[in-house]
């Protein structure tokens, strides 16, 4: 999974608002059996299939929702097993500083979308993207990134993740772009079956990032995007 947090800065103004008619509702979707990536330190969820009685909202992410995205995230990237208990709240509290400094921040090439379960507004998933630098050796380019993709546990295989993607393309469209980019672990197959399905390649012109011998190899994976006809 892309775990990495982008600094982007604050500023005192704040336009977002939370209103149920805010034009931030991107789409409502049923959920699906489709598998969302989870850490690699969670087992992947069973091949069950669950039908809840509410849909999912994928929206805009607002400032009301910081709390609840940091939740999901801390919960997605360090769930709180063995020591990691006892650090968990300090890893949540930078998440959520460096979460709402960069909603607050307005930037033009950057957005976060979240998925909620119809109306009771209960925050489940989370998606960034934002143009970013890639470096191929001694050049620069840049390229919508997507990180921090997470999907509340209780909510996993059920096409939340599959659908936070989905909302990405538009967006780096509207930026101009035709191709968007992730990272993934190498480890980490069920992640890299979702990406495959929906369009996604490696990169095999870049070098992998190097990690401990203990851990996986990151890969980088691109998506070339189509268009919609005029």
């Known amino acids: 999974m892309c775990g990495k947090i982008l600094r982007l800065g604050s500023d005192p103004s704040d336009p ?21 990536p989870h850490s690699p330190s969670i087992s992947p969820p069973s091949d069950a299939i669950a039908r809840p009685a509410h849909p999912v909202v994928i929206r805009t992410a607002v400032r009301q ?42 930037t033009p090439q950057y ?8 109306t009771t507004g209960l925050v489940i998933g989370t ?7 890639l470096y191929w050796g001694a050049y620069q380019v840049d390229y919508p990134y997507i990180s921090n993709l997470a999907v509340h546990p209780d909510y996993r295989r059920r096409g939340v993740a599959r659908q936070l993607l989905l ?4 967006k780096a469209l509207e930026w101009g772009f035709q191709a968007i980019y ?49």
Not at 111 to 118: D, S
Not at 167 to 170: A, D, I, R
Not at 185 to 207: I, Q, V
């Open 127 to 133: 998606v960034e993207i934002a143009v970013r630098p």
């Open 182 to 230: 992730l990272h993934v672990l190498d480890r980490n197959r069920p992640a890299r079956k979702l990406y495959k399905s929906l369009g996604y390649h490696t990169e095999e012109n870049w070098p992998a990032s190097g990690f401990p011998l203990w851990q996986s190899q990151r890969l980088l994976l691109y998506k070339t995007l189509m268009s919609p006809p005029t």
């Open 65 to 106: 929702d910081v709390r609840a995205l940091a939740d999901v995230l801390t919960d997605s990237f360090h769930p709180p097993e063995g020591l990691m208990f006892w650090v968990q709240p300090f890893l949540r509290l930078g998440i959520y500083e460096d979460l709402r400094a960069r909603l607050r921040a307005n």
């Open 16 to 36: 977002w608002t939370n209103s149920q008619d805010d034009p931030s509702l991107i789409g409502i979707f049923p959920l699906d059996s489709c598998y969302s």
């Open 111 to 118: 957005h976060c979308f979240t998925a909620t379960l119809g």
């Open 167 to 170: 909302n990405c393309e538009p």
